[in-house]
Nanobody
C-alpha cells in the first residue's frame, strides 16, 4: 500500500514557476514508476510526465517538454515536478500516481495509487 500526498500548488502569473512535490509513504517507493497527471475543468485527466524507478528515464507529454522537469529522490520517498514558463492552459489539478510498470505512452489504468491532487492556477 502506498499513500501519496501532493503539495506546492498555488496561483502564479504566466511565465512564472512552481515546484510540486509528492511524498510517498511506505518503504517500497523505489519499486514504483512515478507519474504526474493533471485535470483541467471540464476536461479529462491527462498525462504530464513520468520518471522511472531510479530516475534515469523520463517521458513528457509534448505540451510540457522543455518547460517541466520530473525528478525523484528515493531516499526521501518524494517525486517532484518543476514547472517553468507556466501558461494559463497549464491550470489544472495536478495528481501524482504510482505504477509498478513503465508504459509509454503512459496508461492511467496501470497506476495503482493516486494522490488527492493539488491545484495549480496560472493567471494571464
Amino acid at each position: 500500500q502506498v499513500q501519496l500526498v501532493e503539495s506546492g500548488g498555488g496561483l502564479v502569473q504566466a511565465g512564472g514557476s512552481l515546484r510540486l512535490s509528492c511524498a510517498a509513504s511506505g518503504r517500497t517507493f523505489s519499486s514504483y514508476v512515478m507519474g504526474w497527471f493533471r485535470q483541467a475543468p471540464g476536461k479529462e485527466r491527462e498525462f504530464v510526465a513520468v520518471v522511472s524507478w531510479s530516475g534515469g528515464t523520463t517521458y513528457y507529454t509534448d505540451s510540457t517538454k522543455g518547460r517541466f522537469t520530473i525528478s525523484r529522490d528515493n531516499a526521501k520517498n518524494t517525486v517532484y515536478l518543476q514547472m517553468n514558463s507556466l501558461k494559463p492552459e497549464d491550470t489544472a489539478v495536478y495528481y501524482c500516481a504510482a505504477s509498478p510498470e513503465l508504459t509509454t505512452p503512459p496508461r492511467q489504468d496501470r497506476y495503482n495509487y493516486w494522490g488527492q491532487g493539488t491545484q495549480v492556477t496560472v493567471s494571464s
